[in-house]
């Protein structure tokens, strides 16, 4: 049984930094590809960030440049590093993992996280206050 279990989350001021990370388990071979999604007060789930095995990474447009996503493979963990967080980063992230290219192609169905045909994590709190 695949488990992703998220840790970091927490309250920063707008400028300031948090590390998200995300710790996996019982992957089977057709998982190759982690991420981050979030859902804020009032919004539908929106895809972050995504690494993949080969180490390829995408990240949404309103978080290049202040976002980077990490793996490290031999600790099965994937990380968020946000940095210059701003108060709209506020939301609940969420660790998911699927095969290669399927966080991107399902974002443009998903409304509400946590969603289908992904592994997803419990979720975990970012507070960003100005």
């Known amino acids: 049984e695949v488990q992703l279990v998220e840790s970091g989350g927490g309250s920063a001021q707008a400028g300031g930094s948090l590390r998200l990370s995300c710790t996996a388990s019982g992957f089977t071979v057709d998982v190759t590809e982690m991420g981050w999604y979030r859902q804020g007060p009032g919004n539908e789930c929106e895809l972050v960030s995504t690494?993949?095995?080969?180490?390829?990474?995408y990240y949404t447009d309103s978080v290049k440049g202040r976002f980077t996503i990490s793996q490290d493979n031999a600790k099965n963990t994937e990380y968020l590093q946000m940095n210059s967080l701003k108060p709209e980063d506020t939301a609940v992230y969420y660790c998911?993992?699927?095969?290669?290219?399927?966080?991107?192609?399902?974002?443009?169905?998903?409304?509400?996280?946590?969603?289908?045909?992904?592994?997803w994590g419990q979720g975990t709190q970012v507070t960003v206050s100005s």
């Open positions: 998911a993992a699927g095969p290669k290219g399927a966080l991107v192609s399902i974002s443009a169905y998903v409304r509400t996280c946590p969603g289908q045909f992904l592994y």
């Open positions: 690494i993949s095995s080969d180490g390829t990474t």
